[in-house]
Nanobody
Framework: QVQLVESGGGLVQAGGSLRLSCAAS????????VAWFRQAPGKEREFVAGIIVSGGSTSYADSVKGRFTISRDNAKNTGSLQMNSLKPEDTAVYYC?????????????????WGQGTQVTVSS
């Protein structure tokens, strides 16, 4: 079992930046694709960004392309999401997720491990 813990959320004004981190309880995170999802009140959980095991390929939702950057440090067993030019519509709880399969997925129900989430609020 892998436990994931997110940190770095908070309140920021529109146009500002935040960096989310995801720490894993076991070094096996380095063996899994990692993704960030978010869920706003009354909405379904949606894919934000994902990164393969090697870090050599990433994927982003259209709504965050050019503003968010996903990365990972396999030596430290961590993942990160740098969020720039934040907009009020980015307000949500952000979750880190990992998948035992080696293939990155856009679908939340295909991920095996989840963090508890961290709140990001962007004020206008």
């Amino acid at each position: 079992q892998v436990q994931l813990v997110e940190s770095g959320g908070g309140l920021v004004q529109a146009g500002g930046s935040l960096r989310l981190s995801c720490a894993a309880s076991r070094r096996t995170l380095s063996m899994y694709p990692v993704a960030w999802f978010r869920q706003a009140p009354g909405k379904e959980r949606e894919f934000v960004a994902g990164i393969i095991v090697s870090g050599g390929s990433t994927s982003y939702a259209d709504s965050v392309k050019g503003r968010f950057t996903i990365s990972r440090d396999n030596a430290k067993n961590t993942g990160s999401l740098q969020m720039n030019s934040l907009k009020p519509e980015d307000t949500a709880v952000y979750y880190c997720a990992a998948r035992r399969s080696g293939v990155l997925s856009l679908y939340a129900d295909e991920y095996d491990y989840w963090g508890q989430g961290t709140q990001v609020t962007v004020s206008s």
